[in-house]
């Protein structure tokens, strides 16, 4: 791997920023709900990475540092439109049974999840990552949307219901819907398959 034009770069890394283009931009396209603007995130964030390669030191793989660059400016984006669309309001009733029949009637769970081992160590997998991705796909969009603004994006309950104009208790139904979700979609998905090899 020869570097390009002395900056410590090689081919190997630019392809593997190239690779990660598509993934930044569908999580770019479903926090900020433009694709123009997510073009524009994703574009940032790899020629902020292309500027300054001596930044990243290797700690973490490429793909995670690069997304940590790609979480702030969503953020920064975010911040700076502070006035996005508020979701739009969606049927629950067929979550609601969904939950529903995960609960017997005192409240009690009726099957406990699966033993998934390690969980940090499986999120260290790049195979976890892109299971995870096609579960958030499965979700609403606006469902998946809160989900990554909590959870990867760490806003505060507060500030994502100022974001999108919803009630603190609509964003924690969401949340808690996101949640069940996709905890069945990765026990189907990627722990169930695990226990079957």
Not at 123 to 149: G, N, S, W, Y
């Amino acid at each position: 791997m020869t570097p390009i034009d002395g900056t410590g770069m090689t081919a190997t890394y630019l392809q593997q920023l190239e690779s990660m283009r598509p993934a930044l931009l569908r999580f770019a396209i479903l926090q900020l709900r433009n694709e123009s603007m997510a073009e524009d995130v994703v574009q940032e964030s790899l020629v902020a990475v292309l500027e300054k390669p001596q930044q990243y030191a290797g700690r973490a793989s490429l793909r995670t540092y690069v997304t940590g660059i790609l979480k702030h400016k969503i953020l920064d984006t975010l911040r700076r439109n502070s006035r996005l669309q508020a979701l739009p309001d969606e049927d629950g009733q067929q979550d609601d049974d969904a939950i529903d029949a995960l609960f017997n009637a005192s409240g009690h769970v009726l099957a406990m999840p699966r033993d998934w081992g390690d969980p940090d160590a499986a999120l260290h997998q790049k195979d976890f990552f892109r299971v995870m991705e096609l579960c958030l796909e499965k979700l609403p969009p606006a469902t998946a949307r809160i989900f990554m603004m909590r959870e990867w994006l760490e806003m505060e309950t507060a500030e994502i219901c100022k974001e999108l104009e919803i009630s603190p208790s609509n964003a924690w139904v969401m949340l808690y819907r996101a949640r069940v979700r996709l905890r069945e979609c990765l026990d189907l998905n990627w722990f169930g398959v695990k226990d079957k090899d």
